[in-house]
């Protein structure tokens, strides 16, 4: 009972089951012997022993019939199940298996019913019988009793028995079909190295190896887990047997043509004929017929093979030395089979693999019984027809055969695959079957082929049985199968198999020496089909993306006439339209032709051309493909495009072949005409076509679309190709890849790259972070090969059908793999071979290659640099080519990884071997990156290290060649395989180490890369053309944030300095001069060294955040570090400059103090005598007496006063006369006499000072005659620019509201020498008039100024008015002590109204400034502030909005001026809602508010003296208490202190609301003007940047921070709106100097001391601006605009005529001028 077997077998079957315990439970849930909770509940244990332990209780619980099923099952799965523990029922099977000595049976053959599968299940044949025998009445009666429901119960065994097989597979019957996307998906299963380790992981293993083209992909035993495979090694008993025979179980794995077939089964057509094609690269055999697995029929694999093409040389063409390269498909060659017939001991396969072996060779085609698992029992691949070939390579020596042949091989018993057999007989020149023994069954059976056409040899192996017999039934068949004597052959015992195999090799030949059968797997299909086979092309699906296909290919006769009819838009046309879109950038056709108007031209002739494209109606071909693509299901679209590139594949060798041999022919004639020979070539270049070109097409068809609508040609809703970009997306996500660069044009059709990019984005939702990987290298080199191999692409790389240009395909990325390296796809990009052939005779080949490495290197994150190591020459020029391109890579901030993978390297040794060739590689590299960045104009020392991230140690692979052995018969190299297998783990393990340091790009940003990339690489200087709107982006964030650090550096500094300030006045000149500054300038530069070094820190954190694109700006980091330390020297200058100032004023104040001190004191003295009068007199005076009496002796007072000493009033003019006339004495005796003539014409200048021609030398004037105006403009904006410095100094000074003092006319002097002796002041010639008149103008306006300024505090600071303004405080104080009234709560009154209020306004004044701009750059308007280029976009737009011409003449000429108003104007408008700014006021009131009630609380027992003199010390940082105010205050004031302090906090609320409501009644525009600190001027400086303004079009430098390298701005403008004209017309100039800087033209100016040069060369000049090409064409829309629509008033306004500006020029609207500016700054 099954009952008692798992009863007394429990141990010995537990441990049988613990080796796939979750198969076990698994089959036990879907048999229903156990419950859904009781599965969960097994599930949950870990340990498999426990698990299965329970499993069998539960099993054993559910009765005897539950225990028979489950038994039966377990012996359904594992074949070596132990004969007792199998179920009662089936041990009486076990003997007929034991007899049976054929080791390639199935032992559960007994259950199935051996049939031929007719196509009518009604049709039943007997077994072992073909159709249509009667020769045995007992065979006859074995039919009768063939019942049908029979066969369907045999083939429901069949069916469950496979569906068993799959099961232990891991695979599910009837589930989804496995596709190539889902086995390209890279995850980290994919790069595990382990060997299988369950019968699940075989089949993922097989697909893993063999898609990395590994030879031991057929290998299919399992390693054992560690508790399995141990030995046992403790200790032994004493008594016990040590050694013992261990039974080794087949069941530990599963046969491996058996794990093809689920395979296959289990894949979709398009995953199998991949499977197909990478099992012919590495030589195995291919399966030809399936059996029945999923159908009555077999399957015949056609579609399977479709992808196969084989390179041979046949015998014939030795001479030549041609060779021939078609379809496996479609080659028809001699076909020889070979089949079992009963059972035998020589094994057919391996028989066959030493026949196709070379010698000195060997290699297993065919699976065999001595390989890996080859000898576990196949389950399911009975029945299966595989195929091989021999192929010739040309060695009449060594080729085992002159012609092709093939060779088919039935797998199973011939007896049990009849309808297999039977095809063979139908398409093999010859049948060998291979026996032991022929008895009658086998004899009937072959009498069945009489009348074959096909040739039969025996191999008979003398090792079986009875060769008498055999003997015997063979020559009854010799006559009825016209059998010869050769066609026996004996396989002797003592023959040695090596001689055998020699014999059967020469029997073969001798076959198709004589037959001329020849066939093709084309034609075996319509044999197979004719015989009751299913074909795999024969599905709707397959049927109708064929015929759709076919609709389009059976047109194509002459390739070349072909593309010229039906693809027109891609040929002549789109190489124009490539041609002067590098043109455009390139400006070599110039000549003498204007730069704009050249450009507008090229214009006007690509849009021409566009519309010529536009013009182009659809071709048949076209639509048709478009049908194809559009209207297919995606099944139908892929066999669509499947057999579209296999027709053009097919048509492109034919005619390649036949091109080759005609070129040949001629070129072997002498005499023969070149023309001719270049005319072959031509069409040998252009006989190539494929998919690409049908998608080139649709592109083209596109772009010249999207030209139309932006001319506004055509209208959006009138677009017939919108939807294209969604399509050629929708392949790109099912795994084709598409182009990225055109090889044919060398050109990128941008606009259709971008939008099918930006729609795959959209489909993936925006999910697209992914890592490119390019490969660049010789031409064959084996680049696609690579890639293929790495990553189971299908790159072409068949003869004729090398990459042109380049293609990117997109792999997913899953699983855990998608966290470690922070993408979810990698952008795999094949490029076209450098140093082409076709190309070598192009005068730009160098340039095309270096183009092209450049762009792939550009936009990869790991380039893999391949080189052949037998090139050495060719492999020296490639890595030139790569030098350049990372050496442009360095400049733009980006920086790829760099592979070098050294191929055709098979020593193991080869990495240390290689040691000092990677040194010399190394030190090659650093040689040519120094010689490359001499070509790309560098001025800097570099190496190769310097551009890159390289390791020699670790980014060096030396990679075994390909083939192991000789084409066309070597399969792949097993190394080869591993070593890329390698080589792709560390890819990804590099890719996880480096996901923290760099982020992935997503797909906009990609696209990004590729414009600008592009763009910059069709201008030829490409560092100086590179503009990324990637690298703009991460530029302004940076210069955003580094604002925002530098103005709270800022902020702080002001902060301490307002404090300084404070803390100056506070103090006496004395203490001052003790030590307080000293302590001041410690506190400072402690305050400037922690605001360096938090900047600093800040930098170094921005730049390690792992932001986004952070390392393209990498190369300017030390700007920004330099920037930082440069602020930290100009706040120290400004917070020193300023504590010296106040310390001046101060110095300057206390003698104005002193005297006051003195009237005071005076006046006082005088009050106490009166009083003193007064309350001595009898009576006592009323109000009005006592108001007299102190009038009366404030005039006398006042009158005694007045012959003390006073304060001085000074001729400041007289003043700066005398140092102007020192400053000049040492000048000689012209300068005097040019002074004093200037000194009696007038006393100060009143009218502009303007350039006149005795500022300048007589020689010069001479020399410079045709330039004069140009030379006296430049003067005169030098002498405005000095003049402008010395106005702000003078301002700064005048606002102090400060007495005057002559060191600032000695400073002025200076600033004018300084200028005076620059660089700027050399280049002109000025005559010694020049600097005499302009001192004298500048110090004239000056005096002006300081005399004004010395007026003002001299009426601010007279000690009589001062005196004056504090009588009332006075005659209140006289009158309380008079009345002798309590006068605190008055007192405290002055005190607020005296000392508090005035200190708390200046503190407000101080810190309101400061306030605003913080309140700015925080505000919703810190954008436009954020950096130099979003606020040239906020008023440029704001410009374009208000279109007012005055407003553009300010800003281009007068830009300091025009910024400075402007940023005052928007300063009002934003604060226009006065309580805006009182918010910001009643904050700074409230925190000193705050501190100074502090300061009140609760006094100690202090006189009022001393509690006055505590606060004003607590208050000393914040409050300027004047004490000649304090000393009023506490004249005769005996109060209490703390009642004093009561009143004042009373009173404090009250003060703070008539501080806020004065300054209510303020305007803003009042307050800006009033405050010390202006906040639009800091704000200038925010944005202002280094001032630097561009050579040619005086555009301002945008480039953050204030001491960077290089100068640079977004927008360029006209010339002409900076002044610049034509000479001989005086027509304003209109060229851009973005645009010519890439042009042939050239300029003269002072600097080039008006000789011509180059505009390319500018930098010889100006070697700190960088002036790049415009992104686009319609960058500069926008300046264009403003020129075309104020070309007249600008004439006017610089007394010039007109510019003749380019017709296009008009058609720009104000809106593309928007749009124009939003492109250039990047704001869209």
């Not at 196509?119 to 073909?130: G, I, K, L, M, S």
């Not at 590729?1010 to 069709?1018: E, F, R």
């Not at 702080?1052 to 001052?1072: F, G, P, T």
């Not at 309140?1415 to 606020?1431: A, H, M, N, P, T």
Request: one cysteine or more; aromatic letters at 10%.
């Amino acid at each position: 009972m099954a009952f008692e077997t798992i009863r007394r077998g429990r141990e010995k079957l537990i441990i049988f089951l613990q080796k796939a315990p979750d198969l076990i439970l698994d089959d036990a849930a879907a048999q229903g012997f156990i419950s859904e909770e009781e599965y969960d509940a097994l599930d949950k244990l870990v340990n498999p022993k426990e698990k299965m332990r329970k499993l069998l209780v539960k099993i054993q619980i559910k009765g005897e019939q539950s225990c028979q099923q489950f038994l039966e099952g377990v012996r359904s799965l594992f074949q070596d199940l132990p004969p007792d523990l199998w179920p009662p029922a089936s041990a009486c099977a076990s003997a007929a298996c034991a007899n049976q000595n054929e080791l390639d049976c199935n032992p559960s053959q007994a259950k199935v019913l051996e049939k031929n599968g007719p196509e009518n299940p009604d049709d039943t044949v007997a077994p072992h019988v073909p159709n249509g025998s009667k020769s045995s009445e007992d065979l006859e009666n074995v039919s009768d009793k063939q019942e049908p429901e029979q066969e369907v119960m045999e083939m429901d065994v069949f069916d469950e028995r496979v569906t068993n097989f799959l099961m232990k597979l891991g695979l599910k019957r009837n589930s989804k079909q496995l596709t190539m996307g889902e086995i390209l998906e890279i995850n980290l299963e994919t790069l595990k190295t382990v060997d299988p380790q369950t019968l699940q992981d075989l089949p993922w293993h097989f697909l893993r190896k063999l898609m990395a083209l590994n030879g031991t992909a057929r290998n299919t035993g399992l390693v054992l887990k560690a508790e399995e495979d141990s030995c046992g090694d403790e200790e032994v008993e004493v008594g016990s047997e040590v050694f013992c025979m261990r039974e080794v179980g087949s069941a530990v794995s599963v046969n491996p043509l058996d794990v093809l077939c689920a395979i296959l089964l289990h894949s979709d057509n398009f995953l199998q004929q991949e499977i197909l094609l990478k099992m012919s690269m590495c030589q195995f055999a291919i399966p030809l017929i399936l059996p029945p697995l999923d159908a009555p029929k077999c399957t015949f694999t056609l579609w399977g093979m479709r992808d196969i093409v084989k390179k041979w040389r046949p015998h014939s063409l030795s001479e030549s030395r041609g060779f021939r390269e078609e379809s496996l498909v479609l080659t028809s060659m001699p076909t020889i089979s070979f089949v079992r017939m009963g059972s035998c001991s020589l094994s057919k396969s391996k028989l066959l693999n030493e026949v196709l072996s070379p010698p000195q060779q060997h290699h297993d085609f065919f699976v065999h019984r001595d390989m890996e698992c080859g000898n576990v029992p196949r389950e399911i691949s009975d029945g299966l027809v595989e195929i091989s070939w021999y192929f010739p390579g040309g060695r009449e020596n060594s080729d085992l055969f002159p012609e092709p042949v093939a060779v088919l091989n039935l797998r199973g018993d011939v007896e049990s695959h009849w309808a297999q057999f039977s095809f063979l007989t139908e398409v093999s020149s010859a049948v060998f079957i291979v026996t032991e023994n022929i008895c009658d069954k086998e004899y009937e059976m072959l009498l069945t082929l009489r009348g074959s056409a096909s040739e039969y040899y025996f191999i008979l192996n003398s090792e079986g049985g009875s060769s008498k017999e055999t003997l015997g039934f063979l020559n009854q068949l010799a006559p009825v199968l016209n059998m010869k004597k050769s066609q026996l052959l004996v396989k002797e015992r003592s023959q040695n198999i090596t001689e055998f195999v020699k014999k059967l090799r020469s029997t073969m030949k001798n076959i198709l020496n004589s037959h001329q059968k020849v066939v093709s797997v084309k034609q075996m299909a319509k044999v197979g089909q004719e015989l009751g086979m299913q074909v795999d092309e024969d599905t709707p699906g397959c049927r109708n993306g064929i015929s759709h296909a076919t609709e389009i290919v059976e047109e194509i006769v002459d390739v070349p006439r072909y593309k010229k009819e039906m693809l027109k838009l891609q040929g002549d046309l789109w190489r124009s339209v490539a041609k002067v879109e590098k043109e455009l950038c390139r400006m070599k056709g110039q000549a003498d032709t204007p730069t704009e108007d050249y450009r507008s031209q090229l214009i006007k002739k690509r849009m021409d051309l566009r519309v010529q494209q536009n013009q182009c109606d659809l071709t048949d071909g076209i639509t048709k493909f478009i049908n194809g693509i559009q209207n297919l299901h995606r099944e139908e679209k892929h066999y669509f495009l499947k057999w579209i590139k296999f027709c053009l594949d097919c048509i492109a060798r034919e005619n390649l072949s036949r091109l080759r041999e005609e070129y040949k022919e001629k070129n072997s004639i002498g005499g023969t005409d070149p023309q001719q020979l270049a005319e072959l070539d031509e069409l040998i270049s252009t006989s190539s076509l494929g998919v690409e070109h049908f998608m080139r097409e649709l592109g083209q068809f596109y772009e010249a679309e999207c030209a139309m609508v932006k001319e506004c040609n055509i209208s959006e809703k009138k677009r017939q190709f919108v939807h294209l970009p969604g399509i050629a997306a929708d392949l790109m996500l099912e795994g084709f890849p598409v182009e990225l660069i055109d090889g044919d044009a060398s050109n990128i059709p941008l606009r259709w790259i971008t939008d099918v990019l930006t729609e795959l984005h959209k489909k993936l939702g925006g999910q697209s972070k992914m890592m490119v990987i390019t490969v660049l290298g010789v031409q064959s080199t084996g680049k696609s090969t690579l890639l293929n191999t790495m990553f189971g692409l299908q790159f072409a790389v068949s003869s004729g059908r090398c990459t042109r240009g380049a293609f990117m395909t997109l792999l997913r990325v899953t699983g855990n793999l998608q966290a470690e390296t922070g993408c979810d796809f990698i952008l795999v990009i094949d490029t076209e071979g450098l140093k082409a052939p076709e190309l070598a005779k192009m005068e730009d080949s160098y340039e095309h290659d270096n183009e092209l490495a450049t762009l792939v290197i550009g936009l990869s994150d790991i380039t893999i640099v391949n080189l052949a190591m037998e090139n050495a020459t060719e492999m020296k020029d490639i890595l030139q080519i790569v030098v350049h391109a990372f050496l442009r890579m360095e400049d733009t901030g980006h920086r790829p990884n760099c592979q070098f993978v050294h191929q055709n390297v098979s020593d193991v040794s080869a990495h240390d071997q290689n040691m000092r060739d990677r040194k010399r590689l190394l030190e090659q590299l650093n040689e040519m990156t120094k010689a490359a960045a001499r070509m790309e104009k560098q001025g800097r020392e570099v190496a190769f290290s310097d551009i890159m991230d390289y390791d020699p140690e670790k980014h060096n692979w030396y990679i075994p060649g390909l083939w192991h052995g000789v084409p066309p018969m070597a399969p792949v190299n097993l190394g080869y395989s591993e070593s890329v297998s390698e080589f792709k783990r560390y890819l990804f393990e590099f890719m996880s180490n480096s996901s923290q340091n760099r982020s992935s790009k997503d797909i906009p940003q990609f696209v990004e890369w590729v414009k600008s990339l592009w763009n910059a690489i069709k201008h030829e200087n490409f560092i100086f053309s590179f503009r990324n709107s990637l690298v703009v982006d991460a530029y302004n964030q940076l210069a955003v944030k580094y604002s925002e650090w530098e103005w709270d550096f800022r902020k702080e500094m002001h902060l301490w300095v307002s404090k300084a300030d404070a803390i100056i006045q506070n103090h006496s000149v004395e203490d001052i001069e003790a030590g307080a500054f000293d302590k001041l300038r410690q506190e400072a530069e402690q305050k400037l060294y922690n605001g360096e070094q938090k900047m600093l820190a800040c930098i170094q954190s921005y730049f390690e955040s792992g932001g986004d694109n952070l390392h393209l700006v990498e190369k300017y980091r030390e700007d920004f570090i330099r920037s930082a330390k440069f602020l930290r020297q100009q706040l120290d200058r400004y917070s020193m400059n300023k504590c010296q100032e106040t310390i001046l004023i101060r110095k300057g104040q206390s003698k104005v103090d002193n005297l006051q001190t003195r009237y005071s004191k005076t006046m006082e003295r005088k009050v106490n005598n009166l009083l003193k009068e007064c309350k001595e007199l009898e009576s006592q005076l009323n109000f009005e007496e006592l108001k007299q009496e102190f009038e009366n002796m404030w005039k006398e007072s006042l009158l005694e006063l007045s012959s003390l000493n006073s304060l001085t009033h000074r001729d400041i003019r007289l003043d700066v006369y005398c140092q102007i006339r020192k400053d000049l004495d040492h000048q000689g005796s012209l300068v005097n006499q040019v002074f004093q003539d200037l000194s009696r014409t007038s006393v100060t200048r009143r009218t502009p000072f303007t350039m006149e021609k005795k500022y300048l030398n007589t020689s010069l004037m001479v020399k410079v005659k045709n330039f004069f105006t140009d030379y006296l403009s430049g003067a005169q904006e030098f002498a405005n620019s000095l003049i402008e410095v010395c106005r702000s100094y003078v301002t700064e000074k005048v606002s102090t509201k400060r007495d005057y003092d002559e060191t600032y006319c000695q400073e002025l002097l200076r600033i004018i020498n300084d200028g005076l002796q620059g660089k700027d002041f050399q280049k002109f010639n000025f005559s010694k008039y020049f600097e005499v008149e302009l001192k004298y103008y500048i110090m004239g306006e000056a005096a002006d100024a300081f005399q004004k300024m010395h007026d003002d505090f001299f009426k601010a600071n007279n000690p009589h008015q001062h005196l004056e303004n504090l009588k009332p405080q006075y005659f209140s104080i006289f009158k309380d002590l008079y009345y002798e009234g309590d006068a605190c709560q008055k007192r405290a009154k002055d005190f607020c109204d005296l000392c508090l209020k005035p200190a708390l306004v200046d503190h407000l004044d101080k810190r309101l400034g400061i306030e605003i701009v913080d309140d700015i750059l925080s505000s919703g308007q810190s954008v436009q502030y954020g950096s130099r280029s979003f606020f040239q976009f906020t008023v440029q737009k704001s410009l374009l909005e208000k279109k007012k011409f005055d407003d553009y003449v300010k800003y281009i000429n007068n830009y300091t001026d025009f910024v400075t108003t402007w940023i005052h104007t928007n300063l009002l408008e934003h604060y226009r809602q006065r309580k805006d700014l009182a918010v910001l006021e009643k904050r700074i009131l409230s925190a000193v508010i705050k501190k100074t009630k502090e300061a009140l609380e609760s006094p100690a027992e202090q006189t009022l003296a001393e509690f006055l003199e505590c606060f004003r010390h607590e208050m000393r940082e914040e409050l300027v208490i004047s004490k000649e105010a304090l000393d009023v205050v506490l004249f005769n004031n005996d109060a209490n202190a703390g009642p004093f302090s009561e009143e004042v906090q009373a009173s404090i609320s009250e003060v703070t609301e008539d501080i806020l409501s004065e300054r209510s009644r303020m305007s803003v525009e009042t307050v800006l003007s009033s405050i010390p600190f202006k906040p639009q001027e800091e704000i200038f400086k925010h944005v202002f940047g280094c001032g630097k303004q561009c050579p040619f079009c005086k555009v301002p430098c945008e480039a953050g921070g204030g001491n960077h390298r290089e100068h640079f701005a977004s927008v360029h403008r006209p010339q002409g709106l900076g002044r610049y004209r034509y000479i001989q017309s005086d027509k304003l100039v209109y060229s851009l100097c973005s645009s010519d800087v890439c042009s042939n033209a050239s300029f003269r100016n002072l600097e080039t001391g008006f000789e011509w040069h180059p505009y390319k060369e500018y930098r010889t000049y100006y070697p700190d601006w960088r002036i790049q090409p415009d992104p686009s064409i319609s960058a500069s829309d926008y300046w264009k605009f403003v020129f075309s629509e104020f070309n007249k008033q600008f004439a006017v306004e610089y007394s010039a005529v007109c510019a003749d500006l380019p017709d296009d020029w008009k058609n720009i609207t104000k809106q593309q001028a928007l749009e124009s500016i939003q492109e250039a700054f990047n704001m869209e």
